[in-house]
């Protein structure tokens, strides 16, 4: 019975690490063309990292006006809420929600292979 909860342990592990969207880096234009339609999280060159969410900022010319949230190095949790502005020469990196096929197509696959390895596993354990 461990070799079966271990295995399925080992499954969701390897599935943490697939997934259709993740965080993906972007250049200041770049960003300045999605910002407003997209959770967006930044960090300063102070090292805080903040969590805008959509509709919770706007995007002026030279600044990120808005509510978020200032997130822990541990995992992306929460700390405290920000309120107000952040000049946006102040910001080192700006990273968005992406969606990626690839990660989407290499996940349901792992999925499924993992699946079928699993179900033969326990039905090759009856014999």
Not at 7 to 36: H, N, P, V, W
């Amino acid at each position: 019975m461990k070799k079966y909860t271990v295995k399925i342990l080992i499954t969701c592990l390897l599935l943490q690490f697939t997934g259709c969207y993740s965080m993906q880096e972007l250049q200041k234009d770049e960003f300045f063309e999605r910002a407003g339609n997209e959770n967006v999280q930044i960090k300063t060159n102070s090292g805080e990292k903040i969590l805008f969410l959509i509709n919770s900022y706007i995007v002026r010319t030279d600044s990120i006006v808005g509510k978020g949230a200032i997130i822990s190095n541990y995992e992306g949790v929460p700390d405290k809420e920000f309120e107000g502005s952040i000049a946006v020469d102040q910001v080192e990196s700006f990273q968005m929600e992406d969606f990626s096929i690839i990660h989407t197509i290499g996940g349901v696959m792992l999925l499924g292979y993992l699946g079928t390895a699993l179900v033969l596993g326990i039905l090759s354990g009856f014999h």
